[in-house]
Nanobody, 132 residues
Framework: QVQLVESGGGSVEAGGSLKLSCAAS????????VAWFRQVGGAEREGVAV???????GYADFVKGRFTVSKDNTKNTLYLQMNSLKPEDTAMYYC??????????????????????????WGNGTLVTISS
């Protein structure tokens, strides 16, 4: 059974940091495309960062330079280090995975992130709240 379990969310002041973790099981984590998405209210989930199966890492333009994504294949865990947090980063953060990411969204900066509709597995999310 596939499981993605996020942790590390919480409430911090603007300028602070949080580190999210996503513990994965039940599928080939090391050879999969894994990503972080976030969602505010009823809006569509938007990609934040990705680690593709070939090692490619990509970031949304709105988090570049502040967030760092990494994965530990020995622990089957995906991480998201979030620094210089802003109130607009407040959202539910989700971990997602796919055997292959085949639907991509291209950013003006040249970064690319997988599309929400192309992900196979999802966690239940962890809430991040940033106060001003």
């Amino acid at each position: 059974q596939v499981q993605l379990v996020e942790s590390g969310g919480g409430s911090v002041e603007a300028g602070g940091s949080l580190k999210l973790s996503c513990a994965a099981s039940g599928f080939g984590f090391s050879t999969s495309c894994v990503a972080w998405f976030r969602q505010v209210g009823g809006a569509e989930r938007e990609g934040v960062a990705v680690v593709d199966s070939d090692g490619y890492t990509g970031y949304a333009d709105f988090v570049k330079g502040r967030f760092t994504v990494s994965k530990d294949n020995t622990k089957n865990t995906l991480y998201l280090q979030m620094n210089s947090l802003k109130p607009e980063d407040t959202a539910m953060y989700y971990c997602a995975a796919a055997g292959r990411c085949i639907l991509w969204n291209q950013y003006a900066s040249g970064s690319r992130l997988p599309d929400y509709y192309g992900m196979d597995y999802w966690g239940n999310g962890t809430l991040v709240t940033i106060s001003s």
